[in-house]
């Protein structure tokens, strides 16, 4: 089992569309959590942070579930740039930092 | 605020020779530094992290003698692709770390291609 899962999707929506995205983790350890945007051929970009008490900017809202281990995304009224690839991001702080990359869920918005 | 950048931002060399990668934080300290390799349509892999001043810790699987790392200063790291062949090949990206912070920043990437 991988440590950071992702459905890979595409998801293919309409412009104004709600989406979400879940993220599972399987080490309880982990302490960090981050939604990264990439465009293709460009490097990642942070989109939010992830806190246990959830988080909102703008259209997007973050939350963490630590009992279920999940984290997830979710994008309201959908925009054409947002089409991307979504990247989670879990970081465990034990002995030695540890930054896992979900493999990333692909995100078209269709017109 | 946050802005690290990468040089060359695409390379081509020949199968054999060895090719220089910087990364640098231009408004932050960055004790920390992150290089991560791409192939087309996967995922980012951590390739090897980065302190000022000591050794990179290299993943399982990833060669030290052949991807050589150097982070002289707080704002400076290189990576060395060294006798490189096609199947290095990929999208190098370095991220670093604010003092403190947890977030990573990323550079834009080197596009490396060996013939």
């Known amino acids: 089992r991988k440590e950071v899962e992702q459905d890979p999707g595409p998801f293919n929506v309409p412009e104004g569309a709600t989406v979400a995205f879940n993220c599972t983790y399987s080490?309880?350890?982990?302490?960090?959590f981050f939604w990264y945007r990439q465009d293709c051929r460009k490097e990642p970009k942070l989109l939010m942070s992830?806190?246990?008490s959830g988080n909102e900017d703008g259209r997007f809202t973050a939350q963490l579930n630590r009992a279920s281990q999940y984290i997830s995304l979710l994008i309201r009224d959908s925009k054409l740039s947002d089409s991307a690839t979504y990247l989670c991001?879990?970081?465990?702080?034990?002995?030695?930092?540890?930054?896992?990359f979900g493999s990333g869920t692909r995100l078209s918005i269709r017109p | 605020g946050a802005v690290v950048s990468q040089h060359p931002s695409w390379v081509i060399c020949k199968s054999g020779t060895s090719v220089k990668i910087e990364c640098r934080s231009l408004?932050?300290?960055?004790?920390?530094m992150f290089w991560y390799r791409q192939f087309p349509k996967q995922s980012l892999m951590l390739m090897a992290t980065?302190?000022?001043?000591?050794?990179?810790?290299?993943e399982q699987g990833v060669e030290k003698d052949k991807f050589l790392i150097n982070h002289a200063s707080l704002t400076l790291s290189t990576l060395t692709v060294t006798s490189a062949h096609p199947e290095d090949s990929s999208f190098y990206i370095c991220?670093?770390?604010?003092?403190?912070?947890?977030?990573?920043?990323f550079g834009p990437g080197t596009r490396l291609t060996v013939t």
């Open positions: 991220s670093a770390t604010d003092r403190g912070a947890y977030e990573q920043y």
């Open positions: 080490n309880s350890a982990s302490q960090s």
């Open positions: 992830v806190y246990s």
């Open positions: 991001v879990v970081t465990q702080y034990s002995s030695a930092s540890k930054i896992i």
């Open positions: 408004d932050f300290q960055a004790t920390t």
């Open positions: 980065s302190n000022e001043g000591s050794k990179a810790t290299y």
